[in-house]
Structures are given as structure tokens and as C-alpha cells.
């Protein structure tokens, strides 16, 4: 590259060796390249051996170097216009110029979906774990099954007692831990405002299916944000427990003096569903309609 001299004529310096790396989706895409720099008398003219402790700040002052973070601009293609300055090592040259090694990278990438408009896409991923509870039964083959927007079933949910009539059977359920993970960007969206919107979905279920989920079998145990590793970046998690009897638990109804209803003839009298009660979220909505962001986190992939 050519020769840029700056306003004061205290500095010149050139460019050398730039290089990009394109990365996969979650991974760092970097820009590299070394900046030739050299100290000048402005009088006469003679190189000043560049002192890399020294004339770093002044060098920054006088603009031969861009500040920590500060965006790329030497040309302006694609994801390269979102990276940011990460890193700079200095080194003394013999010639008394000095080396800078320039490092910016960015955790945008191009979505591949993009046609004639250029899609950008930050990390976003979805983590499954399997686990067991124990539900006490008191029916089997019961008639109703757990209810969808209500807590609790109104009616005895039927079937045949157990054993013993006024017994209980474990019943392990197969439970399964969601978690979904996004990188944010906090020069679009603020982690507070982020904060603000998000959280109320702490303690809900989903009123609508969310890709393998039908509705009121998912609930909401938390939300977390915090640093994504570069500075303008967080992280937002959201942590799901999914249920295949909508989360229900089988109660048996109680007398007045706190003990089980029981018939006359020695059985348990009414057993219903019963659940805690939670407000009904659509869960789609955290993609914010954006279809190719839903896809891709829901699926592993981008199609």
C-alpha cells in the first residue's frame, strides 16, 4: 500500500502482509496485517528510531494507529466492515522503524442463505440433556388425560386404583433439559434492554409448539446474560425443562380434616392432574420472526 503520512509529519507508515480468515458460524473471522511505522524530525526529515514504549501513544494520537476495538475500515466488504481491533504487537526494527502486527476479527458471519441482500448471523446453538423424575400414580389407565391451559383437571381423571386401593406406584418420567445460547451484539441491542425484555420469561410454559415441543410441555426455568468474550458481545441463555405429561403430577384429593378422601369402601376417592400454575408465553417470539435464525438454532443447521 502506499505511503500515508500523517497531518502533524511527525509519522509514516505503510501496510504489509494483510490476510483474512472467513470462519465457521461460532468461530472468529480475523483480518491480519503488519503496519510499517517510522518516526520522523519534521525540520529535516531524518528517521527517529521508533521507541515501542515510548511513541506508542503519541503514535495513536497522531492516528498511525487505530485504538483497542475501533473498527476496520481500509476497504469495506462484507463481514469484514464488523470487525474490530482485538490486538497490537509492536516490534523494534534494526532501521530504527517498527513493525505492527494488527489483529481484528469479528463473531459476525455471512449467512449462506443470503442472495442479493447480505445476511449477517451471530453464534446460536441448542443443548439437550436427558434426566428423570418420579411421579407417584395412584390410577392406571386413567380416561383424562393431563389438561393443557388450566393447572388442574377438573374431574377425576379415572382409570383403575392401584393395588391396595389406597396405594401408590414411582413412575420415572423422562424428562428433557433445553438450553439455547445466543451471541448478541450490545452496539445493537443493550444488555440491559436485553435484560429488561427477556427475563420475563423466567418461571412461563409455552402456549404454542417450539420445534420438537408441543405446546404446554416446556417451561421456562431461567434466563441468563452475561460476556461473550469480546466487549460488544454477550451472551443470552435461556434454560428449558420439556415434560411429556405437561409438567402434571397425579394428586389425590383431601378430606376436610386433611387426610385422602376415601370411598366407603376403603379406596382412594378423587385423583386429579395438578400442576403449578404459570403464565402461557409463545416461545417463538425470541426469534423475533427471524425464520433463518429460528432454523438454524433449532436444527443445527442452516437449512
Same mark, same amino acid.
Given at each position: 500500500m502506499a505511503v500515508v503520512v500523517t497531518a502533524s509529519g511527525k509519522y509514516q507508515y505503510w501496510d504489509t502482509? =494483510?490476510?483474512?480468515?472467513?470462519?465457521?458460524? /461460532?468461530?472468529? $473471522? @480475523?483480518? #491480519?496485517?503488519?503496519?510499517?511505522?517510522?518516526?520522523?524530525?519534521?525540520?529535516?526529515?531524518a528517521i527517529i528510531p521508533f521507541n515501542i514504549i515510548e511513541h506508542y501513544e503519541d503514535a495513536v494520537d497522531d492516528g498511525v494507529f487505530?485504538?483497542?476495538?475501533?473498527?476496520?475500515?481500509?476497504?469495506?466488504?462484507?463481514?469484514?466492515?464488523t470487525t474490530k481491533l482485538r490486538s497490537i504487537n509492536l516490534t523494534a526494527l534494526e532501521n530504527g522503524?517498527?513493525?505492527?502486527?494488527? =489483529?481484528?476479527?469479528?463473531?459476525?458471519?455471512? /449467512?449462506?442463505? $443470503? @442472495?442479493? #441482500?447480505?445476511?449477517?448471523?451471530?453464534?446460536?446453538?441448542?443443548?439437550?440433556?436427558?434426566?428423570?423424575?418420579?411421579?407417584?400414580?395412584?390410577?392406571?389407565g386413567w380416561s383424562t388425560s393431563p389438561p393443557t391451559t388450566s393447572s388442574n383437571s377438573t374431574?377425576?381423571?379415572?382409570?383403575t386404583s392401584l393395588s391396595g386401593a389406597d396405594g401408590s406406584q414411582s413412575l420415572q418420567v423422562g424428562q428433557v433439559r433445553f438450553r439455547m445460547r445466543f451471541t448478541q451484539d450490545a452496539s445493537v441491542v443493550s444488555m440491559a434492554t436485553a435484560a429488561a425484555g427477556l427475563i420475563t420469561y423466567a418461571n412461563t410454559i409455552n402456549n404454542a409448539s417450539i420445534g420438537p415441543f408441543a405446546a404446554y410441555t416446556l417451561i421456562c426455568e431461567g434466563v441468563s446474560i452475561g460476556d461473550a468474550g469480546d466487549p460488544e458481545y454477550y451472551e443470552v441463555v435461556f434454560?428449558?425443562?420439556?415434560?411429556?405429561?405437561?409438567?402434571?403430577?397425579?394428586?389425590?384429593?383431601?378430606?376436610?380434616?386433611?387426610?385422602?378422601?376415601?370411598?366407603?369402601?376403603?379406596?382412594?376417592?378423587?385423583?386429579?392432574?395438578?400442576?403449578?400454575p404459570r403464565t402461557g408465553l409463545d416461545f417463538n417470539a425470541i426469534f423475533a420472526s427471524d425464520t433463518l435464525l429460528q432454523t438454524k438454532t433449532l436444527n443445527g443447521w442452516w437449512t
Amino acid at each position: 500500500m502506499a505511503v500515508v503520512v500523517t497531518a502533524s509529519g511527525k509519522y509514516q507508515y505503510w501496510d504489509t502482509d =494483510i490476510s483474512t480468515r472467513q470462519a465457521q458460524l /461460532d468461530e472468529s $473471522s @480475523t483480518i #491480519t496485517f503488519s503496519r510499517i511505522v517510522q518516526k520522523r524530525n519534521v525540520s529535516t526529515g531524518a528517521i527517529i528510531p521508533f521507541n515501542i514504549i515510548e511513541h506508542y501513544e503519541d503514535a495513536v494520537d497522531d492516528g498511525v494507529f487505530p485504538i483497542q476495538n475501533e473498527a476496520f475500515t481500509i476497504f469495506s466488504t462484507t463481514w469484514h466492515t464488523t470487525t474490530k481491533l482485538r490486538s497490537i504487537n509492536l516490534t523494534a526494527l534494526e532501521n530504527g522503524s517498527a513493525r505492527a502486527d494488527l =489483529i481484528y476479527s469479528t463473531k459476525y458471519v455471512v /449467512d449462506p442463505n $443470503s @442472495t442479493t #441482500t447480505i445476511l449477517y448471523a451471530l453464534p446460536s446453538s441448542c443443548e439437550y440433556s436427558s434426566q428423570l423424575r418420579t411421579m407417584a400414580i395412584y390410577r392406571s389407565g386413567w380416561s383424562t388425560s393431563p389438561p393443557t391451559t388450566s393447572s388442574n383437571s377438573t374431574a377425576d381423571i379415572g382409570g383403575t386404583s392401584l393395588s391396595g386401593a389406597d396405594g401408590s406406584q414411582s413412575l420415572q418420567v423422562g424428562q428433557v433439559r433445553f438450553r439455547m445460547r445466543f451471541t448478541q451484539d450490545a452496539s445493537v441491542v443493550s444488555m440491559a434492554t436485553a435484560a429488561a425484555g427477556l427475563i420475563t420469561y423466567a418461571n412461563t410454559i409455552n402456549n404454542a409448539s417450539i420445534g420438537p415441543f408441543a405446546a404446554y410441555t416446556l417451561i421456562c426455568e431461567g434466563v441468563s446474560i452475561g460476556d461473550a468474550g469480546d466487549p460488544e458481545y454477550y451472551e443470552v441463555v435461556f434454560d428449558f425443562l420439556f415434560d411429556p405429561y405437561r409438567h402434571f403430577s397425579q394428586v389425590a384429593t383431601l378430606d376436610a380434616d386433611g387426610r385422602v378422601k376415601m370411598t366407603s369402601a376403603g379406596a382412594i376417592s378423587e385423583v386429579k392432574w395438578q400442576r403449578l400454575p404459570r403464565t402461557g408465553l409463545d416461545f417463538n417470539a425470541i426469534f423475533a420472526s427471524d425464520t433463518l435464525l429460528q432454523t438454524k438454532t433449532l436444527n443445527g443447521w442452516w437449512t
